[in-house]
């Protein structure tokens, strides 16, 4: 933990790389000039196994990195780390260790907590995963009617959908054990509604996902679900299992008769597809092995962001590029851009895993911070992204890119070259033209068809979407949105932003009951705007 008071943008480093981004404005710094420097590719760009980071096309000179890794020192970001593999209470707002990382930890030594080595319990949980997963694809565990299961309904919302949402989507060429997977997130009982048409309720397993098992969106489903495969005439028992963490109202464990696996205290919803969150889903829809590899490409790239030093560290320079992109050079905003469909999901999954952990106003010892942390994140798979909001990249207001490239795509090519080339190829030229038009630009006399150019982007490539790198990948952007929070010296494993809209959720359902049971019950106390809503809600109509 960095010393009382202490402020990131108080620190003489700060400072000059404040007045860097000053001089990073000139005509010379324009990335046109800078792409055409000989070596720029070589020295602004990092590969680790499987895994290639270009940042040449980021406003960045030997200088400014230079400075960013000065920044990193300040904020003492590799003790930090090491703090929080190795099992301190690093959230310290809730008193938790933060240790995603032991749930993909297979070193075989202890991680102690609270005097409890939690590798033993992981260890068993992941037991737990594989044996189920075994039987349910051996028709061992079937549902009351004695038919194999054939549909799996995970019933969880943000963290404990959203990743695993992101790794079932980017794996589904690996999806052989005949299993369908749906996600049952959204409250909306248009959510439950399209679902009840996509599953044959004596073939599903519903996996209900919760951390707290106190979410209201996640118990409404489950017991929507559960009472319709009770209308249905089976014993509803038989088709669920849940997620939830040690000592949860939901750890009923055996004596309610249905199995429950265990994810800890110590691991954030955002961070935990890598725990049982992830691991049941994905060991019944991939089968454990692949999930087991997925696990294992998480852990690599835990190693290298653990070890790595400053310069090589993959997960470190891109928390510190992004952090110049915003705190200096102003951007807001931050685009993820997969030329890669299997990576539909990472987008809302990064999202999440970055804004909340990183949309916070004070440090880890309360004092306000003075400069943005977090940006906005949002992101589509190219091309399409191209055909819907690069407009605005190209010639609108600019903000930063990262994008995603992968060398084999998951199915092989047939010979056909609609226009002399693959789709795969012709996938590549794109992702490689976008990011040179967004650097360089273009001159035109007309105003209209000028491009301004300097616009930034990192580029990623992966040899594949394997298990093994899809897991690094996961990991690379957990340990980039972590470092961030250290630079900042921020708590990144909280979540109180999003407690009070839930807390007048709760008085709205109260009046909403009060309604309910008596007809009468008038909504006059309340304030204009609110009673307008709720009076349109039970009126099933705008005012004439
Ligand atoms: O897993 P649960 O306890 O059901 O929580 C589900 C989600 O809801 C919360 O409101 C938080 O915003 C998320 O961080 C969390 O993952």
Redesign the pocket.
């Known amino acids: 933990m960095a010393e009382k008071g202490f402020r990131i943008s108080k620190t003489p480093v700060w400072k000059k790389l404040k007045a860097h981004a000053e001089e990073m404005k000139r005509p010379e710094y324009h990335l046109k000039q800078l792409v055409q420097q000989q070596g720029r590719m070589k020295e602004f760009s990092l590969k680790h196994v499987d895994f290639f980071y270009d940042f040449s096309r980021q406003r960045v000179t030997r200088k400014t990195m230079d400075l960013l890794f000065e920044l990193a020192k300040t904020a003492k970001v590799h003790r930090k780390y090491r703090d929080k593999v190795e099992g301190l209470k690093v959230n310290v707002t809730e008193n938790r260790a933060a240790l995603h990382t032991a749930a993909r930890s297979f070193s075989g030594q202890s991680i102690c907590v609270d005097g409890v080595n939690v590798m033993e319990e992981i260890d068993a949980v992941r037991r737990q995963m594989r044996d189920f997963s075994e039987k349910v694809h051996d028709g061992t565990v079937c549902g009351s009617t004695g038919k194999t299961f054939r549909h799996l309904v995970v019933i969880?919302?943000?963290?404990?959908y959203l990743g695993t949402e992101f790794v079932a989507n980017a794996l589904f060429a690996y999806a052989d054990k005949g299993l369908e997977l749906h996600f049952l997130s959204n409250v909306d009982s248009h959510n439950f509604e399209t679902i009840k048409t996509k599953i044959d309720p004596e073939t599903t397993l519903c996996i209900v996902?919760?951390?707290?098992f106190t979410?209201v969106e996640?118990m409404a489903n489950a017991q929507q679900m559960k009472a319709y495969m009770t209308a249905c005439g089976l014993d509803a028992m038989k088709h669920f299992v849940t997620v939830t963490s040690k000592g949860s109202p939901g750890d009923k464990g055996k004596e309610s008769g249905i199995e429950t696996f265990h994810m800890f205290d110590f691991i954030g919803?955002?961070f935990s597809v890598t725990s049982a969150v992830g691991g049941v889903p994905l060991s019944l829809y991939l089968g454990y092995d692949r999930f087991n590899q997925f696990l294992e490409g998480a852990r690599e790239m835990d190693i290298h962001t653990k070890y790595a030093p400053s310069p090589e560290n993959i997960p470190l320079v891109s928390a510190l590029i992004g952090i110049w992109n915003n705190n200096f050079l102003g951007y807001q905003a931050q685009a993820v851009i997969p030329y890669a469909s299997p990576l539909s999901k990472l987008a809302p999954h990064i999202q999440q895993l970055n804004m909340?952990s990183n949309g916070k106003s004070v440090t880890i010892n309360n004092y306000e911070i003075d400069q943005s942390s977090g940006v906005i994140i949002f992101g589509e798979p190219g091309t399409n992204a191209q055909h819907s909001f690069f407009q605005l990249a190209h010639q609108g207001h600019p903000f930063p890119i990262d994008f995603i490239g992968v060398i084999t795509p998951q199915y092989p090519e047939g010979g056909c070259r609609p226009h002399g080339v693959s789709n795969h190829q012709e996938l590549w030229a794109n992702l490689i033209s976008q990011a040179t038009a967004l650097a360089v630009g273009k001159d035109s006399e007309e105003k209209t068809r000028f491009f301004q150019g300097n616009r930034p982007s990192s580029t990623l490539l992966m040899n594949d979407l394997s298990p093994v790198n899809v897991g690094r990948l996961l990991a690379y952007y957990e340990a980039q949105t972590v470092y961030k929070a250290f630079i900042w010296d921020i708590n990144p494993f909280d979540?109180f932003g999003?407690e009070l809209g839930k807390t007048i959720a709760n008085d709205l359902r109260r009046e909403i009951v009060a309604r309910n049971t008596n007809p009468e019950h008038s909504f006059g106390h309340m304030d204009e705007i609110t009673r307008f809503y709720l009076e349109r809600l039970f009126a099933g109509r705008l005012p004439l």
Do not use: A, M, P
Request: charged fraction near 20%; hydrophobic fraction near 20%; proline fraction near 0%.
């Open positions: 969880g919302i943000g963290g404990s996902i919760s951390k707290s979410t996640t919803g955002r909340e979540q999003v």
